[in-house]
């Protein structure tokens, strides 16, 4: 049996379901778990910052980033594996592209504040706490704006499967394969490429459970989305929403591309869709809005701020 492999799975701010997608694979992780020495998992052991610290430069041979780097402690800890770590896997849509977190760009850090401390409904008198927790950076950017990543998972979270086929292969030494298609790839809905007269909240009506559902008027964005869910939501009867972000090359703006999708289907006037989209960002960047060329803008208006 080979020896097992040096992994350090680090977690930024982010709600842990990408490394719950991991302990979900059930049964195998008897043959995953096995094969792995792990390093640092803060999350599940108690190891504290100062081990991974001691390691020496790429000592580590795989490492698992989840989440976005929105306090000075993740983006220290982002920095400090990849000194240590070989490989560098960006595991989940926000460790990739900023995640649904990266909603908060459309707000200045001081109205965030006031949302979840100051003039929060389930206390009075909030005040921002400070002592003894790490500084808040004032937009949320990407991580690959801080290191290189060699892998990308995406996923909200990344499927039992992707997880269990990304990290076999990554313990037998064999190049990770991922197929490029879209979510529209995998849906068994008919396609008939109808005109869509108006566009539908997903309450509103009963969807033909056969056909297109953005023909149908429902917001998907599946045409534009990496489909390494293999299309679980559509073929379920539930809109895609964009979870893994764009397909390859994941640099493109997966939000202008399903705007762009829309407008092909939805011969509406401008001001009709934007009154029927009532939440644009939300709707076609609910992933990785600060990937995007919009969000790009909002982050060097912060940026210029600060200088």
Not at 133 to 145: E, Q, R, Y
Not at 181 to 190: I, K, T
Request: negative net charge.
């Amino acid at each position: 049996m080979a020896d097992p492999v040096p992994i350090a799975m680090g977690q930024g701010s982010s709600c842990w379901g990408c490394f719950q997608s991991l302990v979900d694979i059930h049964l195998r992780l008897a043959d995953v778990l096995p094969a792995l020495d792990i390093k640092y998992w803060q999350a599940v052991a108690d190891f504290k910052l100062h081990h991974l610290e001691s390691y020496g430069d790429k000592s580590i041979v795989v490492g698992l980033y989840e989440g976005m780097a929105r306090t000075e402690e993740d983006i220290h800890l982002l920095k400090l594996m990849r000194e240590k770590c070989q490989i560098m896997i960006a595991f989940g849509s926000c460790s990739c592209f900023g995640g649904i977190p990266g909603l908060a760009n459309q707000y200045d850090i001081e109205e965030c504040y006031d949302v979840k401390f100051r003039e929060n409904k389930t206390v009075k008198g909030g005040k921002v706490p400070s002592e003894n927790l790490p500084g808040i950076a004032s937009v949320v950017k990407p991580n690959t704006d801080y290191i290189d990543f060699d892998i990308f998972l995406p996923g909200c979270p990344p499927t039992s499967d992707l997880i269990f086929t990304a990290v076999s292969a990554l313990l037998s030494g064999q190049p990770i394969d991922l197929p490029p298609h879209a979510v529209c790839h995998y849906c068994n809905r008919e396609k008939k490429e109808t005109p869509v007269e108006k566009i539908l909240r997903p309450y509103e009506g009963i969807a033909d459970p056969d056909r297109c559902l953005l023909e149908q008027g429902y917001i998907c964005v599946g045409s534009s989305t990496w489909g390494l869910c293999e299309g679980q939501c559509v073929n379920k009867g539930a809109t895609c929403r964009g979870c893994f972000g764009p397909t390859p090359p994941i640099t493109q703006d997966h939000g202008a591309a399903s705007i762009s999708m829309l407008g092909s289907y939805a011969p509406l006037e401008t001001e009709e869709i934007r009154q029927q989209v009532k939440d644009p960002l939300g709707t076609f960047w609910r992933v990785d809005y600060p990937t995007s060329h919009l969000g790009r803008m909002r982050i060097r208006r912060e940026e210029a701020k600060e200088k």
